[in-house]
Structure formats: C-alpha cells, structure tokens
C-alpha cells in the first residue's frame, strides 16, 4: 500500500500539467496565495481517501483540523459548510476502509463544494483525489 508522501507525489506530478495549462491561458492568477491554496488542496486530497483508516495521516490531522474548521464557518454564519463538515465527520467514523471513500462519487462528493469558491480549485481536487484512486489501483 503506498505511503501517505507516495499519493501526495504523485498527485502533484498528475496537476502539474493541469497548473501549467491554467497560467499559459490564464485561467488561474498564480500569485503566492494561490500557489499555496493549489499546494494545500492538492496534498489535501490527495490522501483524502483514507480518512477511514485509522491510522492514516489525514484521519489523525483530519479530526482537529475539522472541528476547527467546524467553529470557524459557524463563527462566520457559514451554515452549508458546517453541515458538509458535520455529515463528512459522522461518516469518516462509520465507513470501512476502501469502501465508499475509495470511490468516484465520494471524489465527486468532497470536490463540488469547492465549486462555490472557484471551479479550479475543485478541479485540482478531483484529480489528486482521483490520483490516489488510480495509484491504489496500481
């Protein structure tokens, strides 16, 4: 089974081209903030798919990044994306490893809300979560 570092590699070889694609037409400003967010999203989903192992490494930064995220959007008024997190929570705790997570639709499912923010950035999400489908396949 590859390695939390392998998927996150490998993911970024799998946008690089997707990134190059977005500043030659100029699809995407790559200014330092969103290189970073791109960065983030990308080693984010990337190892999304094992959130239901208990021993991954998103599960054991996923639980207090979640909450914090959690308080952060009710602080906000943020209502849809404290409930996309509370549903995302409750299930992480009763699925099975490589069950419905290691998925095309649970890729669907976790990149369509970043579609509210820029269709890009669930682009890039799509693919590094469909990278660690692909690399697990291998």
């Avoid at 500043?23 to 989903?45: E, K, P, R």
């Amino acid at each position: 089974m590859p390695s939390a570092i392998t998927h996150q590699i490998f993911a970024l070889m799998v946008a690089l081209p997707f990134c190059l694609l977005f500043y030659w037409f100029h699809v995407l400003a790559f200014d330092l903030s969103t290189i970073l967010q791109v960065i983030c999203i990308i080693l984010t989903f990337s190892i999304m798919p094992d959130m239901d192992l208990g021993s991954s490494t998103i599960r054991k930064i996923f639980l207090p990044l979640a909450l914090g995220l959690l308080l952060s959007f009710l602080i906000l008024g943020q209502i849809m994306p404290a409930l996309i997190i509370c549903l995302i929570l409750i299930a992480v705790h009763f699925l099975r490893h490589r069950g419905f997570l290691h998925s095309l639709p649970a890729a669907l499912l976790f990149s369509i809300p970043l579609l509210m923010y820029q269709w890009t950035f669930a682009l890039f999400a799509f693919v590094s979560y469909f990278s660690h489908l692909l690399i697990d396949k291998l």
